[in-house]
Nanobody, 119 residues
Framework: QVQLVESGGGLVQAGGSLRLSCAAS????????MGWYRQGSGNGRELVAH???????NYADSVKGRFTISRDVAKNTVYLQMNSLKPEDTAVYYC?????????????WGQGTQVTVSS
């Protein structure tokens, strides 16, 4: 069984910073792409940042220059450093990872962590 667990969410004032972490655990033999998504109230889930197995990154236009995605392969963990936070960044943040198990390669999601930015 594979599990992704996010942490690091919370309440912060506009202009502040947070660092999200997402750790993978369980029975898998590899992790390919990883990403962070978010879903605000009344909105659909949107891609925030993505990192490939070769650490190539891409970002939503709304977070470019403010957010940084990174990964620690040895720890099976992906991070999202969020700076200069704005109220519109308020959402539940989810991580997703493409992981290889005995069942093949498939996408797994974490349970989500709430980020609230006050004005």
């Amino acid at each position: 069984q594979v599990q992704l667990v996010e942490s690091g969410g919370g309440l912060v004032q506009a202009g502040g910073s947070l660092r999200l972490s997402c750790a993978a655990s369980g029975s898998f033999f590899g992790i390919d792409n990883m990403g962070w998504y978010r879903q605000g109230s009344g909105n659909g889930r949107e891609l925030v940042a993505h990192i490939t197995g070769r650490s190539r990154t891409n970002y939503a236009d709304s977070v470019k220059g403010r957010f940084t995605i990174s990964r620690d392969v040895a720890k099976n963990t992906v991070y999202l450093q969020m700076n200069s936070l704005k109220p519109e960044d308020t959402a539940v943040y989810y991580c997703k990872a493409r992981m290889g198990t005995v069942s093949g390669w498939q996408d797994y999601w974490g349970q989500g962590t709430q980020v609230t930015v006050s004005s």
